[in-house]
């Protein structure tokens, strides 16, 4: 008994439409309409953080971290569509993986996140 899983993610936007085109677009996430988004099996980290933190901007109460298999090929396709990409080698850790950042056009922090090969 408990939960199993992330069942959704929502959140107010200025322009829903374009908003969720842009996500399918870049990133692959969500599908037509209300259409679920069938995501592969993989670690999810629930983690609140301090008010304070600075992991992403004070004006945001929330960071959508998505895993991903290819990290360099997918910061490829961002940055091949001028979206701003930003990396830090301190972020990434064998134990870890690697990340990066973006934000979607409303200005909501996305981070990308390759968990270490298996």
Do not use: C, S
């Amino acid at each position: 008994m408990g939960v199993t899983g992330v069942g959704g993610i929502f959140f107010r936007a200025d322009d829903p439409d374009a908003l969720r085109l842009w996500y399918r677009t870049y990133l692959g996430v969500g599908g037509e309409g209300y259409a679920p988004w069938q995501q592969a099996a993989g670690p999810t980290v629930f983690m609140p953080f301090a008010v304070n933190t600075d992991m992403w901007p004070a004006g945001k109460p929330w960071m959508l971290n998505f895993r991903v298999d290819d990290l360099e090929a997918l910061l490829a396709t961002l940055r091949a569509a001028d979206i701003p990409v930003v990396t830090d080698p301190a972020w990434d850790t064998p134990e870890t993986g690697r990340f990066a950042r973006v934000h979607d056009p409303e200005g909501n922090p996305i981070e990308l996140w390759q968990p270490p090969a298996e």
